[in-house]
């Protein structure tokens, strides 16, 4: 009997190990500068707990955001120069189990586009696209104890740009918040924490990272940022329900420091807070899909800047054992 | 000696006159043109955040393309005349560039500066 809870808690585990790094899918390569914030995303590694040892795990993921409105401070502003901003981003992140408490990743994805359209007479539109900057990383295991289900862990990586040349359209160079990439090298620290209830079949988790980026070859540099998450997850255990289903709460805090370029930029750095429900699915124990959403529910920006107004994520995830 | 003297005044009359460089032929045939970039203007010194500039390009030569760069704020539009859009982040002086080059990958640089204010 007690070999029986054991396995059941084993399963329970490893279906939540997927559910967990899906919901960490909100990290995307942080790529420009925050003037016009809304339209770009934040970043970093998707796997929240380490690998078992030659286990690897592949993620794909996209994302879609937008946004519409100006924000002065925690107030809608009337200032109108942009109608809408956008984005459209693929990425992949690769996990491999080198030992069981240490876990390598890498992080890549693309801006299929970054999008402006202003709000003139004509009205114009500009759009950038490219690789944004990828993330390695290693994990490790600090905390693993089965018997209390408290997991914790640590990573630390560099934020790696695939090219530190603007992006251009006709001889134009891109405003920096349609640029894919930065074009800086970058440090990144997380911590992550699990805690099961596996009777309820209820989890919770915490997750921070931070982002310190250097300057780039044109002396611009991103603020330092801080995300923070809290994560309530329950597997949706209903008689009427086909298929192994997970919902997900998350609210998350995104703390970001002004930019600097010789002196501080202004409008540049915001404090806001996000809700963001999400629906998984396990696929026969080993595909997991996710649906996730974004909504943002408190804004405080330095100076005026565009606010998010959505964004959508979806994700897809497999474990293969080598 | 009357015929020297006015040999040599013709000689010198020809050679006081300017006349233009000729600087031969490239390699098909056609007359090197000198790349001359002569100003880079705008019509709005200063704008306040949400306002456009518009910015004119004035150069000479063969074949030229434009390139242009900010220091914040947006370029609009290509070739030798464009508009800067400035928002809030970039309120102060902010400097537009343009780099011109020629058929002989010769470039010249200006820059004009444009203050954003709220």
């Avoid at chain 1, 009997?1 to 997927?18: D, E, K, N, S």
């Avoid at chain 1, 006709?170 to 099961?196: C, N, R, S, Y």
């Avoid at chain 2, 020297?4 to 010198?12: A, E, N, V």
């Avoid at chain 2, 002569?38 to 910015?55: F, N, P, Q, R």
């Amino acid at each position: 009997m007690i070999q029986i809870q054991r396995g059941y808690q084993f399963l329970l585990f490893t279906r939540f190990v997927f559910i967990v790094l899906l919901t960490a899918v909100v990290f995307i390569d942080d790529a420009a500068a925050q003037c016009l914030s809304a339209a770009n995303p934040v970043g970093g590694s998707n796997n929240l707990l380490v690998l078992e040892k030659r286990s690897l795990r592949f993620i794909t993921f996209y994302r879609y955001n937008s946004g519409n409105q100006f924000y002065e401070g925690n107030e809608p502003s009337d200032f109108n120069l942009i109608r809408n901003a956008n984005y459209n981003y693929i990425g992949s992140i690769i996990g491999y189990g080198l030992l069981n408490k240490l876990t390598l990743e890498a992080d890549l994805g693309y801006f299929i586009n970054k999008t402006y359209k202003y709000n003139l007479d004509p009205p114009y539109t500009l759009s950038g696209s490219g690789l944004s900057s990828a993330v390695v990383s290693a994990k490790y295991g600090l905390v693993n104890s089965n018997e209390n289900r408290l997991f914790l862990s640590s990573s630390i990586g560099a934020k790696i740009p695939f090219s530190t040349k603007p992006v251009t359209r006709d001889g134009v160079e891109l405003p920096i918040e349609l640029q894919p990439t930065i074009g800086a090298l970058g440090l990144v620290l997380q911590v992550f924490m699990v805690k099961e209830k596996p009777l309820t079949g209820s989890r919770y988790f915490a997750t921070c990272r931070v982002d310190i980026n250097a300057e780039n070859n044109q002396d611009y540099r991103l603020g330092t940022s801080v995300f923070s998450s809290l994560f309530y997850s329950k597997h949706l255990m209903f008689p009427w329900l086909k298929g192994d289903w997970t919902i997900i709460f998350q609210l998350r805090n995104e703390i970001r420091q002004k930019d600097k370029s010789i002196l501080w930029i202004e409008s540049t750095g915001s404090n806001i807070f996000y809700v963001s429900p999400q629906l998984n699915l396990f696929i026969k124990e080993k595909v997991n899909v996710s649906l996730m959403f974004d909504i943002p529910v408190y804004r405080n920006f330095n100076g005026t800047q565009l606010a998010t107004k959505y964004g959508i994520s979806l994700n897809l995830s497999r474990d293969f054992q080598l | 000696m009357k015929r020297i003297s006015g040999l040599l005044m013709l000689l010198l009359f020809f050679a006081s006159c300017e006349t233009d460089e000729y600087l031969g032929t490239d390699d098909g045939n056609n007359e090197i043109i000198l790349l001359a970039f002569y100003s880079l203007t705008t019509d709005k010194d200063t704008v306040t955040a949400g306002e456009t500039a518009a910015i004119t390009a004035k150069a000479t030569g063969k074949n030229l393309t434009y390139a242009w760069s900010a220091t914040a704020g947006s370029i609009l539009g290509s070739g030798n005349k464009v508009s800067y859009a400035s928002c809030s982040c970039n309120a102060g002086e902010n400097i537009i560039t343009c780099t011109v080059t020629d058929a002989y990958n010769d470039s010249d640089s200006k820059g004009v500066s444009i203050f954003v204010v709220h």
